[in-house]
Structure formats: structure tokens, C-alpha cells
T-cell receptor
């Protein structure tokens, strides 16, 4: 079993849809949770950062962490074609980062 | 603010030729530095990380090596490239104290022919 599981997709949605991206993990020591967005042929950019459990909102993006279920989510409201990218979840106990394989998202106009 | 620069962005190299990818970080001191490889359709594979000058840890035995000649400079090298070395290489850094968030460079696309 991988430490971090992420459905690779691809996921295709119409513009304006609410997108839900998810990861599960097995290591209960993980405390820091991140989401990265990676456009084609570019390096990943940090999108959301959350410490421990709870929700964090930034504009159209909401990150949720449920440590009891070892499950994290990223929600994108009012999705736009510019949101088309690969989204990677990442987590660590402190400074030993583990990444999901990434979910490829396409938002169609 | 901190920035990370990585070059070259794209290169095509013949099998058996040497490789040198360079990365520098600005706006911070004593960062942790990383080299990752991302094969097509696959996740990120950590190749090397460094917590200080001359301190390199290798995660995967392979045809590559890394060096950190200066605090904010990280170099990925190979003496003889293999076809299997093709891929997308990413340099990254994290704060040397907290280290719980990694920031990536733009990446280098390597095609070995």
C-alpha cells in the first residue's frame, strides 16, 4: 500500500462546475498537508497549505483535512478553463514530503 | 521574496554524453535543496536532497550524482547518460528550519536520444 493514494483521473468537468479532488494516506504522523497545481511542462506551484485537521479557504479553493479518516480534499468552486492542470497532494510529518501521483483535471468551456 | 532558478529548461542529449543541470535559490539562506524526477504520467521521485554545503543524500541508486558547491546552488550531473534518464527534472527548496513546505523550480526537460 502506498503512503499517499491519489486517483490519477483524468477528470473532465464543464466550466462553472464544483471540482472535488481527494487523497488518502496511511501514515498517521502526517501533520502538514499541501496541494500543488502543475501546468503542462511546468514545475508544481504551491496552491494550498494546511496544518493538521480543518478547512482552509482561499478564493475559489477550499482545502479540507480529516485526520481521523486520513483523507484530504481540494474543492474548486466555479471552475474555469484556466484551472485545467494536474493537481498533486503532498503531506509530511515535518520535513519528509510525500506526494500523490497527481490528478489531471480538464475544465471545458 | 524567495525565488528559484533552474536551467537549462530543455535539452536533448545523446546516449553516453555528460549532463549538468543547475539550480540556484535566492532570498533565503541555508535552504534544504532537492532534485526530483517526474516521468511521464508518473509521480515525483526524490533523487537527492541536501541540508547543507557538501551534504548530499541519495534516495535512489542510479546513473546520476548531485553536488552543492555553495549554500544556494545545487547541481545534478551524470558522466554518461542512459536512455532511461529521460524525463522532467525538478529542483526544489524548503526552509532549512521548518522544512515543511517545498517550492519547485520551473523544471528541465531532458530527452536522451
Amino acid at each position: 500500500q502506498k503512503e499517499v493514494e491519489q486517483d490519477p483521473g483524468p477528470l473532465s468537468v464543464p466550466e462553472g462546475a464544483i471540482v472535488s479532488l481527494n487523497c488518502t494516506y496511511s501514515n498517521s504522523a502526517f501533520q502538514y498537508f499541501m496541494w500543488y497545481r502543475q501546468y503542462s511542462r511546468k514545475g508544481p506551484e504551491l496552491l494550498m497549505y494546511t496544518y493538521s485537521s480543518g478547512n482552509k479557504e482561499d478564493g475559489r479553493f477550499t482545502a479540507q483535512v480529516d485526520k481521523s479518516s486520513k483523507y484530504i480534499s481540494l474543492f474548486i468552486r466555479d471552475s474555469q478553463p484556466s484551472d485545467s492542470a494536474t493537481y498533486l497532494c503532498a503531506m509530511s510529518p515535518r520535513n519528509d514530503m510525500r506526494f500523490g501521483a497527481g490528478t489531471r483535471l480538464t475544465v471545458k468551456p | 521574496s524567495q525565488t528559484i532558478h533552474q536551467w537549462p529548461a530543455t535539452l536533448v542529449q545523446p546516449v553516453g554524453s555528460p549532463l549538468s543541470l543547475e539550480c540556484t535559490v535566492e532570498g533565503t539562506s541555508n535552504p534544504n535543496l532537492y532534485w526530483y524526477r517526474q516521468a511521464a504520467g508518473r509521480g515525483l521521485q526524490l533523487l537527492f536532497y541536501s541540508v547543507g554545503i557538501g551534504q548530499i543524500s541519495s534516495e535512489v541508486p542510479q546513473n546520476l550524482s548531485a553536488s552543492r558547491p555553495q549554500d544556494r546552488q545545487f547541481i545534478l550531473s551524470s558522466k554518461k547518460l542512459l536512455l532511461s534518464d529521460s524525463g522532467f527534472y525538478l529542483c526544489a527548496w524548503s526552509d532549512g528550519h521548518s522544512g515543511n513546505t517545498i517550492y519547485f523550480g520551473e523544471g528541465s526537460w531532458l530527452t536522451v536520444v
